[in-house]
């Protein structure tokens, strides 16, 4: 055994060496990878700790991110925050001071963020010696690109108005009501009809819910909610005689005063009313909402505007606006300016054969709507429309997957009736034995709808 041991060993030297220098190698390579490793490992520390460090500033005449203005920050605040003396523990005063940091941080975003904003609001610019009136709607259209153009049209529906008129919070979608019965929607860009019905009695108002596939519409005696089909699906015999409606999108109230003077504020996501008290100011014929409170404003015969809370069986706020007795209310999307009749100086000037029922401005287009006594007139109003608009918050272009997923996000994120106030971002106190009671409520109205599981 020694022997071809040793036999062997002899006539393998040279494999010996081969090995030997294939383990060399091997322990060459290892070791390589070993110091790439270490290389790789200083490489991501080397990294990391120059990440930390701050880098010296190459040109000191502009140090560090451009400030930004105090109008743009005042413009996009959020209130002055929450007050930390009534909270009591530490942790949870630690949560309250970063979530106002998380607030101050979103505010100056906003604000830096309107650079990208390059869109700008079109207007209306007039010659030396002449004056804005003077141009038609003719002389606009003549003046102004094919798509704007085909946005200026008139519908003559002559045998059953005057209509009453709303766009959707998109500005996409019109709903069109008669007051002897037709009632119709469509997409008014592309034309698109999405059903014509007529309902065989008087129709008061009407108005989109929080999609453009429901809608509700005051008839004779009581409120109907319709699809976009024209199919029934409730019928409100709590709230009747409505003749004026206003739907809240942020707290899902229908909020409408009738033919007596009451004031109602429905919860459409379950089907109940929130409250209903007298105003004592007669039919209530002028109604409308402030965007920014959710606050409603009622115009009355004697020239005031009283202001509505679903929290008070009082007004809010008196106005006195006129004299005499006033035609037309609107508030503007910010909240701020409220128009109760034509300004002295007037921007655009158009002349229709017959008498106007209703006045609404598209949201994010230049078009004012009217409905008369004899139809639809969409106008060119060059100026009025929001060039710049928040996708997330109402998408003109929003596809069917969008629409269910802003539905369900809506309803999650929806606020209470009882927040509703003058001055949104301040929240006195919450009285917790109402609130849970007000919860167990509403999970015992939507516990009705579930279907009940089988025990086991």
């Given amino acids: 055994m020694t022997k071809t041991v040793r036999y062997f060993a002899a006539e393998s030297e040279p494999q010996n060496t081969e090995k030997e220098e294939f383990v060399g190698v091997k322990k060459k390579r290892l070791k390589h990878n070993?110091?790439?490793?270490?290389?790789?490992?200083?490489?991501?520390?080397?990294?990391?700790?120059?990440v930390s460090k701050k880098i010296p500033n190459p040109n000191p005449k502009?140090?560090?991110?451009?400030?930004?203005?105090?109008?743009?920050?005042?413009?996009?605040?959020?209130?002055?925050?929450?007050?930390?003396?009534?909270?009591?523990?530490?942790?949870?005063?630690?949560?309250?001071?970063?979530?106002?940091?998380?607030?101050?941080?979103?505010?100056?975003?906003?604000?830096?963020?309107?650079?990208l904003l390059t869109e700008e609001s079109g207007i209306l610019e007039a010659d030396i010696g002449e004056t804005t009136t003077?141009?038609?709607?003719?002389d606009i259209v003549k003046n102004v690109d094919i798509t704007a153009a085909s946005k200026h049209f008139?519908?003559?529906?002559?045998?059953?108005?005057?209509y009453r008129i709303n766009y959707t919070r998109n500005g996409r979608h019109l709903a069109l009501g008669g007051k002897l019965g037709h009632v119709a929607t469509f997409d008014w860009v592309t034309k698109k009809l999405h059903f014509e019905i007529n309902v065989m009695e008087s129709v008061h108002d009407i108005t989109w819910l929080h999609i453009e596939t429901m809608l509700a519409v005051a008839q004779k005696d009581w409120v109907y909610i319709y699809?976009?089909?024209g199919i029934e699906l409730h019928c409100l015999k709590m709230l009747n005689k409505v003749t004026r409606m206003q739907f809240l999108p942020y707290h899902f109230l229908l909020a409408t005063g009738n033919d007596d003077g009451y004031l109602s504020w429905l919860d459409v996501s379950i089907g109940q009313i929130v409250v209903q008290y007298n105003s004592k100011l007669g039919r209530i014929n002028m109604m409308?909402?402030?965007?920014?409170?959710?606050?409603?404003?009622?115009?009355g015969s004697k020239g005031v505007v009283s202001m509505w809370s679903p929290n008070t069986?009082?007004?809010?706020?008196?106005?006195?606006c006129h004299k005499t007795a006033m035609s037309s209310l609107h508030i503007d999307p910010k909240g701020v300016d409220c128009c109760t009749k034509s300004a002295r100086r007037p921007y655009l000037r158009h002349r229709l054969n017959n008498s106007i029922a209703n006045l609404s401005f598209c949201p994010f287009e230049d078009i004012l709507g009217i409905g008369s006594e004899k139809g639809f007139t969409s106008l060119l109003a060059p100026g009025a429309g929001e060039p710049n608009f928040d996708a997330y918050e109402a998408n003109p272009f929003q596809?069917?997957?969008?629409?269910?997923?802003?539905?369900?996000?809506?309803?999650?994120?929806?606020?209470?009736?009882?927040?509703?106030?003058?001055?949104?971002?301040?929240?006195?106190?919450?009285?917790?034995?109402t609130n849970k009671n007000d919860v167990t409520k509403e999970k015992s109205i939507l516990d009705r709808f579930l279907p009940k599981q089988k025990k086991r």
């Fill in 227 to 229: 699809d976009n089909q």
């Fill in 134 to 138: 003077q141009y038609t709607q003719k």
């Fill in 313 to 320: 069986r009082e007004p809010v706020a008196k106005m006195l």
């Fill in 62 to 115: 502009y140090p560090g991110r451009a400030p930004v203005s105090k109008e743009l920050l005042e413009k996009h605040t959020r209130g002055d925050g929450i007050q930390k003396s009534g909270v009591k523990t530490k942790f949870h005063q630690k949560k309250v001071e970063y979530k106002d940091l998380n607030v101050k941080y979103a505010n100056q975003l906003a604000a830096r963020v309107e650079v």
């Fill in 399 to 433: 596809t069917k997957s969008q629409r269910k997923e802003a539905e369900v996000k809506a309803l999650l994120e929806k606020e209470h009736a009882k927040v509703v106030k003058t001055v949104r971002h301040q929240i006195v106190n919450i009285n917790d034995k």
């Fill in 288 to 299: 409308t909402q402030n965007p920014y409170n959710a606050i409603l404003c009622v115009g």
């Fill in 34 to 50: 070993a110091d790439n490793k270490q290389h790789i490992h200083k490489k991501k520390n080397h990294n990391q700790r120059h």
């Fill in 154 to 162: 008139e519908l003559q529906l002559r045998d059953f108005g005057p």
